[in-house]
């Protein structure tokens, strides 16, 4: 099922990009949800992800030979619903039950209810390791599918990330990969004040992994780095992304309020104004 | 127990490719066998239970059959919102054996004791809870949890324990306790490695001339609520017997049900370890004869309390 190699079209996802942003700020705004600041820094690796890595039916979401992706900063379900709607697991109209009574769109992604969720997250630190269990059966049942886990900078905190990446390297599982959104913030503070990330792509580095800094909003390279995979290293790939939180919108980048904070009617136009959607 | 799982272990590993054996880094001789079969489907995820637990269960999502095991403790407390979080709520097939369950390895010290767990992974949705009463009960709690689809827990005792049955189990069902013994006036419900216990408690009571039914009540989630029915029916005395706390375990689930289902019963008594952590050095025959649960002293109890 390996797809060849293929050439990112890199304007094209860079539409895509900011129509999703388009979208989950109009979200956020109708249900006064929480992370919209972290549903935005992780939208172009979402994007690259789904319309040019993985190899996914979206009309067969539990195809045994499908790449996985999981997302592991499982608060940043806005950016993950909007991906998957309009991918074409379920109907895009039902973005708009997000958040609301009776509805499959909770505030962190549900396990066994909605088409292309791989593993219901929002506790942090368990991505990887769930992640690392359907690599290790990929191995086990000679298939060529590809991981990939989304995790937040915040994330790294956890032991369980650092339990994992030990383990997943001791397995050289090479059809691993990890995407860590480093937008510098975690809930309530600078990441690198609250616990020490830094080196980050050193710590990935000593733990066995073939880690890359990128930057994390160009489309065309989170594309082909992705892509590549397995990389020839013989390990576990770890793209360290350097992002924005709450990118794409002057007033929301870079500030930590729209960890929580959701936007007016005012504020979506100009941010949708901004981002070249009206 | 823990020979005997090792042993149907690599039985049913050599007619089940998807069974794969996550070690906490123990037991590395005991599975020998097994590794040796099937290099690929043995892993010993070192000393990280919180990623064996997460792996266990995304190798179940992708089709495989995977069982954690380690000391009780360690695959149990220490990790228990990967079972909560990855297995159960997925609801996927991952089975946690533990070993050393309750005071087993009472000489290990209160790090290494495990009276609590029970309580917490019945609490859990989906969860099936098996506390097996042999090495017999180990094996054919094993085979039925491979032929069924939820998460799962099998709470051993250690090696070298007492053998009930006299050889395999075809007929065993989880949530169908087992009659060891009868008897027409209490019942004794045992859950796991408690059981050589209670048949002496049934033995010493024979002597005083109380005649006591003897049950493996190895399951204790889903409760045999038809046993439950029965026991409270015909005995002027039901006791559960169990070697973990009196808070959250099996006699605490058999009281909520006799709560819920608004029986009278004519004499209820719980045994199990207070809530308390067991400090002293000594092994479990120590421990449970301090904390009066061998066989003679439970009898004892029960005589008393039909005076």
């Known amino acids: ?278 | 127990m823990r020979n005997a799982f090792a042993d149907e272990l690599t039985a049913l590993g050599n007619d089940d490719s998807r069974l794969v054996m996550l070690s906490g880094d123990i037991g590395n001789k005991l599975f020998d066998k097994f590794r040796a079969a099937h290099p690929e489907r043995f892993i010993n995820c070192g000393v990280a239970e919180q990623n064996m637990t997460g792996v266990a269960a995304g190798l179940a999502m992708s089709g495989m059959r995977p069982i954690t095991y380690t000391i009780t403790p360690f695959c149990t407390t220490r990790c228990l919102e990967q079972i909560r979080t990855d297995a159960a709520y997925h609801d996927v097939p991952v089975t946690v054996v533990s070993v050393g369950a309750g005071l087993a390895y009472a000489g290990l010290g209160p790090t290494h004791h495990a009276c609590e767990d029970i309580a917490f992974l019945r609490a859990i949705p989906n969860m099936i809870v098996i506390a097996p009463g042999d090495a017999w009960e180990v094996r054919a709690a094993l085979r039925a949890v491979m032929q069924q689809n939820k998460p799962a827990y099998i709470r051993m005792g250690k090696k070298g324990e007492p053998v009930v049955h006299k050889g395999r189990l075809d007929n065993f069902k989880i949530g169908e306790s087992i009659t060891i013994e009868q008897g027409s006036d209490v019942c004794l419900l045992s859950t796991g490695n408690m059981l050589p216990e209670v048949i002496e408690t049934a033995h010493a009571l024979k002597e005083k001339g109380v005649s006591a039914e003897v049950v493996s009540f190895h399951t204790v989630k889903p409760l045999d609520e038809k046993r439950l029915q029965d026991a409270f029916s015909r005995y002027k005395l039901v006791a559960t017997i169990e070697e973990h706390s009196l808070i959250g375990g099996f006699g605490s689930a058999v009281a909520e049900w006799i709560v819920d289902s608004g029986i009278a019963p004519k004499k209820f008594l719980r045994f199990g370890t207070p809530d308390a952590f067991f400090k002293k050095s000594g092994e479990q025959e120590f421990a449970r004869e301090q904390l009066e649960l061998t066989g003679h002293q439970m009898a004892h109890r029960i005589l008393h309390s039909l005076a």
Not at chain 1, 220 to 226: D, F, I, Q
Request: charged content about 20%.
């Open chain 1, 1 to 278: 099922m390996n797809a060849a190699y293929k050439e990112p079209d890199v304007a094209a996802l860079k539409a895509r990009a900011a129509q999703l942003r388009g979208t989950v700020i109009t979200m956020c705004h109708a249900a006064s949800s929480a992370h919209l600041g972290s549903s935005l820094s992780c939208l172009d690796v979402l994007t690259a992800a789904y319309w040019h890595v993985l190899n996914i039916d979206p009309a067969n979401p539990t195809d045994p030979d499908r790449d996985r992706f999981i997302l592991s900063k499982g608060h940043a379900a806005m950016a993950l619903y909007a991906t998957l709607a309009n991918r074409g697991y379920f109907p895009v109209e039902e973005l708009k039950t997000y958040n609301q009574d009776n509805g499959r769109l909770a505030e962190h992604p549900p396990a066994n209810l909605l088409p292309g969720v791989e593993a219901a997250t929002g506790s942090l630190g368990h991505g990887l390791p769930i992640g690392i269990g359907m690599a290790v059966a990929g191995r086990i049942q000679k298939r060529s599918y590809k991981v990939y886990a989304l995790l937040s900078d915040g994330e790294n905190n956890e032991g369980s990330v650092w339990e994992a990446a030990m383990f997943a390297s001791a397995q050289k599982l090479d059809n691993l990969c990890v995407i860590v959104d480093y937008n510098k913030w975690q809930a309530t503070a600078r990441s690198n004040e609250t616990l020490m990330l830094a080196p980050l792509a050193d710590k990935w580095r000593a733990f066995g992994w073939d880690a890359h800094e990128i930057d994390g909003h160009d489309v065309g390279e989170l594309a082909r780095k992705m892509q590549a995979l397995p990389n020839g290293s013989g390990k576990p790939v770890a793209l360290i992304a350097h992002t924005v939180k709450g990118k794409g919108v002057s007033f929301m980048e870079d500030d930590n309020n729209w960890h929580y904070r959701a936007p007016t009617a005012d504020e979506v136009v100009k941010a949708h104004k901004e981002l070249g959607l009206v």
